[in-house]
């Protein structure tokens, strides 16, 4: 397992703790949208858990909504704004 993946499942798993969702992490697509029509099925409130939960578990800000639309579209753009954060610190 490489760690991409092992981050992958690590944001998974914050996303099944911090919103409760109704799936497991394994139930969860990389590419599955989070948002809006055949996704998830997440909402604002749901947004806003997983900025905090992003902030408080990577250390990753997300400073606007423009920003918050691109990185929290998937889990593979959660993983992939995690790892440009870690890289540059």
Same mark, same amino acid.
């Given at each position: 397992?490489?760690?991409?993946?092992?981050?992958?499942?690590?944001?998974?798993?914050?996303?099944?703790?911090?919103?409760?969702?109704?799936?497991?992490?394994?139930? $969860?697509?990389?590419?599955? +949208?989070?948002?809006? +029509?055949?996704?998830?099925?997440?909402?604002?409130?749901?947004?806003?858990?997983?900025?905090?939960?992003?902030?408080?578990?990577?250390?990753?800000?997300? +400073?606007?909504?423009?920003?918050?639309?691109? $990185?929290?579209?998937?889990?593979?753009?959660?993983?992939?704004?995690?790892?440009?954060?870690?890289?540059?610190?």
């Amino acid at each position: 397992m490489d760690d991409t993946t092992s981050l992958r499942d690590k944001i998974k798993q914050l996303m099944v703790e911090n919103l409760m969702l109704q799936v497991t992490a394994i139930e $969860i697509g990389d590419d599955q +949208p989070l948002f809006g +029509p055949g996704s998830l099925g997440l909402d604002s409130v749901d947004a806003l858990q997983l900025v905090v939960a992003l902030d408080k578990s990577f250390g990753l800000k997300i +400073p606007d909504p423009a920003a918050a639309k691109r $990185i929290l579209h998937s889990v593979n753009s959660m993983t992939q704004a995690v790892q440009e954060k870690l890289a540059t610190t």
